[in-house]
């Protein structure tokens, strides 16, 4: 079983910059595909950027492309996601996801592991 714990959410002013982290445990994390989602209220969660087990590729959706950043630091079990520019719109819950294997999905339900979620807030 893989535990993830999410953290770096907060309240930040449009333009503004987050740095989020998620630590996972319980499994060897570099098997794993690492994935970071978004559910704003009333909402459907959706995928935000991924990243494969050695780090070297890298997937983002459409609204976040040259703005945010999915990196992970495999010797310290740990999956980030630099958010720059933010707007009002990026305001969500952020989820860290894992699961085993190289394919980047963007379906939530193909994740087996989850986090409890960071609010993040962007206020106009």
């Known amino acids: 079983q893989v535990q993830l714990v999410e953290s770096g959410g907060g309240l930040v002013q449009a333009g503004g910059s987050l740095r989020l982290s998620c630590a996972a445990s319980g499994g060897i994390f570099s098997t794993y595909m690492m994935t970071w989602f978004r559910q704003a209220p009333g909402k459907e969660r959706d995928f935000v950027a991924a990243?494969?087990?050695?780090?070297?590729?890298?997937y983002y959706a459409d609204s976040v492309k040259g703005r945010f950043t999915i990196s992970r630091d495999n010797a310290k079990n740990t999956v980030y996601l630099q958010m720059n520019s933010l707007k009002p719109e990026d305001t969500a819950v952020y989820y860290c996801?894992?699961?085993?294997?190289?394919?980047?999905?963007?379906?939530?339900?193909?994740?087996?592991?989850w986090g409890q979620g960071t609010q993040v807030t962007v206020s106009s």
């Open positions: 990243i494969l087990l050695s780090g070297a590729a890298t």
């Open positions: 996801a894992a699961r085993q294997g190289i394919v980047p999905y963007i379906d939530s339900v193909r994740y087996n592991y």
